[in-house]
């Protein structure tokens, strides 16, 4: 019998480890950085909990090294897309009658062994499929991942705990149903905790999930996967299936019993699948909830009352850390013209002391792009600079794929507030500046407001408060996050509810009760214990 009422009261954010030289954290970490490179893993398709190889594979291979693979994957054709449906189906009632409770306690196992045991594996894992440092693995596959699994359990309890007013005659009550059918996720190569996140944020609130993860983060995935089976996720409530994006979601998009997106990417694939549910409205048991956090064109007002050393160290942060490869990367600058000379010399001078290279080097801040795709296309805005005598480079430049996909951190300087590299998402360490007239600063805080489809990030920098607080007012529907005084990355589970809004997504909140809602289908039960006996009211007597 389960008759208790438990919920989670509390939630903390991991601690973040140093991975000091001698740690026992970091020699854990090199131990199995080593023993996953000289590794060849097999990556299965998992449909139903079974292990399906199609035989049609591709490699997993490390972005700083290229020439180097640490796994293969099988590669899901038409056959197991439609087996991981019905999987998900199959599996649907008994895991949505399990009790709160007991799902919860799947998760949050999860997010104690990725804490302990586990936490290595994570970010070896990561470090190498990713090419993230030592740092940047931990803030994701460790902590943000951690965070993601317990923040999910305490959002579910207070949305639980959301109930209607009784009256004097009567009792309501309100229950959380799961979507009715099963939920696709769709999920980024560039965090493994937000691939965590878009696939357990629905399950623990009792849906099954299609999961279809990015082809350059199946590794790290897999892994996910195993973590989740290891606490003790039931067969057939997430379904693995990596393969040709287009393919699988042509057959998804277009089935029946689709009840919602979990959906982590870009802008235009997120358009292609809204049309998908439009032509297939018809055909769907219900509307289809879609949930996703896309592209960015994330600024940095500066206003010239700010401090330029604390400018600096921001702008690099933000545009250069993890490569630019974050959907919140500054990747455009408005600077004063008075504080110019003195922000581009210490900007260039501390660009010069960075490191790019290997992942496992501890002295490096950056590493390489994720693939050879991304790599053409950073080179391409690049030379597109190059090029044109509307922009020059102050810094950078160089790309070199010899060994890996390395990009120099660029910073651009623009004379032309419509330049390309001021207007469309890189995802890459490229960073462009433009210099504005000091008394100009009102109009191009309008620009930097309203020039551009997106609204995921921004920040500001300034010391005057009546500058701070007109920023705040004029990018109101700038960004659904906003950083004062601070770069604009490092969103943290439970202090910086992440989203945006225009092109940069639905802004659901990522690990808080506003996105729990999408995956629930409340049902209202209201108990009458005194029935009326006469349909007559007192008005007609």
């Given amino acids: 019998m389960n008759n208790a009422i438990f919920k989670v009261e509390e939630f903390k954010n991991e601690p973040i480890l140093e991975y000091k030289i001698g740690s026992i954290e970091r020699q854990e970490l090199e131990n199995k950085l080593a023993e996953l490179k000289n590794r060849n893993l097999e990556i299965p398709i998992i449909i139903g909990g079974k292990e399906i190889r199609t035989n049609k594979t591709a490699k997993c291979i490390i972005p700083h090294d290229k020439n180097k693979s640490i796994g293969y994957y099988h590669i899901a054709s038409e056959n197991e897309v439609k087996l991981a449906i019905m999987a998900a189906m199959d599996a649907?009632?008994?895991w949505q009658n399990m009790s709160y409770d007991r799902r919860m306690m799947i998760f949050l196992k999860a997010a104690k062994l990725a804490s302990t045991s586990w936490r290595s594996t994570l970010n070896a894992a990561t470090m190498l499929c990713q090419s993230k440092t030592f740092h940047q693995a931990e803030i994701d596959?460790?902590?943000?991942?951690?965070?993601?699994?317990?923040a999910i359990c305490k959002s579910l309890c207070e949305l639980y705990e959301m109930q209607?007013?009784?009256s004097f005659d009567s009792v309501n009550r309100v229950e959380y149903r799961p979507l009715d059918g099963f939920v696709y996720a769709v999920t980024p190569f560039n965090f493994t905790a937000i691939a965590a996140n878009l696939i357990s944020a629905p399950a623990v609130?009792?849906?099954?999930?299609?999961?279809?993860?990015?082809?350059?983060?199946?590794?790290?995935?897999?892994?996910?996967?195993?973590?989740?089976?290891?606490?003790?996720?039931?067969?057939?409530?997430?379904?693995?299936?990596?393969?040709?994006?287009?393919?699988?979601?042509?057959?998804?998009?277009?089935?029946?019993?689709?009840?919602?997106?979990?959906?982590?990417?870009?802008t235009e694939v997120f358009n292609s699948m809204w049309t998908a549910v439009g032509k297939n409205i018809a055909k769907?048991?219900?509307?289809?909830?879609?949930?996703?956090?896309?592209?960015?064109?994330?600024?940095?007002?500066?206003?010239?009352?700010?401090?330029?050393?604390?400018?600096?160290?921001?702008?690099?942060?933000?545009a250069f850390e993890y490569q630019g490869q974050k959907c919140s990367a500054t990747s455009r600058a408005y600077v004063?013209?008075?504080?110019?000379?003195?922000?581009?010399?210490?900007?260039?001078?501390?660009?010069?002391?960075i490191k790019v290279g290997d992942a496992e080097c501890r002295e490096n801040l950056m590493a390489a792009v994720i693939d050879n795709k991304s790599f053409t296309k950073i080179s391409s805005y690049i030379d597109y600079a190059k090029n044109s005598d509307k922009a020059e480079i102050i810094f950078g430049g160089k790309c070199d794929d010899s060994i890996g996909y390395f990009v120099e951190p660029t910073v651009i300087l623009t004379t032309d507030l419509d330049f390309k590299t001021m207007k469309e998402e890189i995802f890459g360490p490229v960073l462009t500046v433009y210099v504005y007239e000091d008394n100009k600063f009102e109009e191009i805080l309008a620009e930097c407001a309203n020039s551009n489809k997106y609204a995921l990030t921004g920040s500001v920098w300034a010391s005057d408060r009546n500058i701070i607080n007109r920023t705040e007012d004029i990018l109101k529907f700038s960004a659904g996050n906003l950083y004062i005084n601070d770069k604009s990355t490092g969103s943290v589970v439970g202090q910086n509810p992440f989203g945006g809004s225009k092109?940069?997504?639905?802004?659901?909140?990522?690990?808080?009760?506003?996105?729990?809602?999408?995956?629930?289908s409340p049902r209202n039960i209201k108990e009458n214990f005194i029935p009326v006996s006469d349909y007559r009211y007192k008005n007609m007597l």
């Fill in 205 to 266: 609130a009792g849906n099954t999930v299609v999961w279809k993860p990015a082809s350059s983060a199946v590794y790290s995935s897999y892994i996910v996967l195993k973590l989740l089976q290891a606490a003790g996720l039931p067969d057939g409530v997430i379904n693995f299936i990596p393969g040709n994006a287009s393919m699988i979601s042509d057959i998804v998009m277009s089935n029946e019993d689709l009840a919602g997106v979990h959906f982590t990417g870009s």
């Fill in 503 to 520: 092109a940069s997504g639905t802004n659901d909140k990522a690990g808080t009760i506003i996105n729990m809602l999408k995956w629930v």
């Fill in 336 to 353: 004063p013209q008075s504080m110019w000379p003195t922000l581009k010399e210490k900007l260039v001078n501390e660009i010069s002391t």
């Fill in 141 to 150: 596959s460790a902590c943000e991942l951690i965070d993601f699994l317990n």
């Fill in 284 to 318: 769907y048991n219900s509307y289809p909830r879609l949930v996703g956090e896309t592209g960015g064109k994330n600024f940095s007002m500066i206003h010239n009352s700010a401090n330029v050393d604390e400018v600096v160290a921001g702008l690099i942060r933000g």
């Fill in 92 to 94: 649907k009632n008994e």
């Fill in 164 to 166: 209607p007013m009784n």
